[in-house]
């Protein structure tokens, strides 16, 4: 089997690793790999499972933070990848405010005027008892700090019976054409901040149809807080022009232009004859996620040095005009915790025309989750819009099927799902519909797809050259094809890393790409083959990128890219 060292190291755990013991494994490991002698730590009560530790764990660990094939993401998620969620008091019940658990009584008024009084209460839980709760309007969580807890999502369920459509009104594409943007945005659990989210329903229902992301419904609604000098990808600390706007704790939104020759895109891309020989001028979509947007709180300031949050995604040069400015202002410290939302059954429409029977999206969010939750039915299942250092944690997926289970989309980051479930659909799918997957597109960056149980889908890239994120430990049924129109350009840029993927069908599509995904890694994946949606590889020439223990299935150590990083990150 190609790659497989002969030395072996002890498996690495789910859940132990954030301990101090783990953390020694994953060093040992690391060690193992680079050949050097170590002590090792007091044996476990149960020996752990052997495995093999390729060349490139060695490599990560002498360089985590500016590896050329694989992606620091050990602070991906909320709070930097917190293990816990916060529990905020209960502030109010929603039959406090006429809801019924009755199935026949439209709960949504009751339900959103509690998120509402708890908003204006500085916060605070929301709590929905067990039963089913009819909703014939969305729910919207637009104040930061408040929480919309059910009793499990074995036990509440939120019923919807109407779609975005009919309650906002139809969603063209600012692309043109005559798609339906509720094919990939909006959702009957919608949070987003307040104004955000009237700035872009108002524009909706205008037929002005909106940018989605950070700066408002159009790109110029920033202004700048200071310029930033050069630094590197990985640093921490940035030095700025101007400090007299920063303050700890504040979130800012570093902004990066290209410029005429495309240098941030082909950096993005690894750099490289193959980036330096494409042809970008054309790319209208791709060219419209320009400027790169990232948003990271700051930590600290000391004269015109600042602290942030998370290490730099890219570097910073001149050209690109590296900037920290403002942006709309954020929903933060928001969840969704333990309920089923399921939509009334219908036929899923064809491609690209859904009608928004979407599940929980978060939009203009930082630092918000969604823990044990369960979609039944829906167009779209769980979405990232323009949402960065969020956690979706115990998702599941189920029912008719699914367009997009889950999207991640313009511009976002740094964002972690973990124990996810996509189930096998429960009825046949409909002539002219499509099945994606986990989708990632528009330049969104170091996010984490972790411990997933995929029964259908792919690992779905829709163009817009998503870069440096990860997926890792998925057991995946690889039936779904992967979307995106040639406007968008590459399918991925560089720093792309699949780690431990368990194919049960062997189909190949976007699994094993180290044949298309530049200054990549694809690591511990089984033997596949080629089926009918074959991509020829966007950049031409060596792709730089990396494969190790292909042809094995679950062997690779550490098991968890993820996980094992932020056993070793977690301090800095």
Known sequence: MEGIESGTTPGISRRTLLGSAAAAAVAAGALAGSGKAFAAPAAPAAPAAPGHVPELWGEFTRDPY???????VGRAGFRGGSPRLPR????????????????RTDCAPAINRAIAAAGRAGGGTVVIPPGTFRIDDLIRLGRSHVVLRGAGSDRTTLYAAKNLTELIGAYGSRYGGDKSSWSWAGGLIWLAPEARFASLTSAIRAQAWPFEGWTGNRRDEWRTLTAVTPARRGDTTVTVADPATLRPGALVLL????????????????????????????????????PYEWPVRVTRVRGRRVTLERPLPLDLRPEWEPLLTTHVPELTGAGVEGLTLEVVETPQRPHLLDLGYNGVVLQCAYDCWVDDVTVRHTDNGFGLVAASACTLRRTRVTGRGTHHPYFCRDGSHDNLIEDFTIEERTTPAPGGTQLHGINVEG??????????????????????MPFANVRTDI??????????????????????????????NGRAGLMKIDGLAPFSATVGINEVREFDQIDAPDFAGDLHSRLELYGTTDVVRPRNLYEAQRARGSDR
């Open 66 to 72: 500016r590896h050329p094939q694989i992606p620091f």
């Open 88 to 103: 905020r008091p209960v502030v109010a019940d929603v039959r406090d405010f006429g809801a019924v658990a009755d199935g």
């Open 255 to 290: 902004r990066l232009s290209d410029d005429a020759g495309h240098t941030l895109l082909k950096r993005m891309a690894g750099d490289g004859t193959g980036p330096d020989g494409y042809t970008w001028s054309d790319k209208s979509k791709l060219l419209s996620y320009v």
């Open 443 to 464: 330049l969104s960056s170091y996010n984490v797809w972790s411990r997933g149980d995929m029964r259908m889908g792919t690992f779905d890239s829709h163009r817009g």
């Open 475 to 504: 057991t995946v049924h690889n039936n779904g094809r992967h979307g995106g129109d040639a406007s968008a350009g590459p399918l991925f840029g560089a720093r792309f890393t699949h780690w431990n993927i368990r194919v049960t």
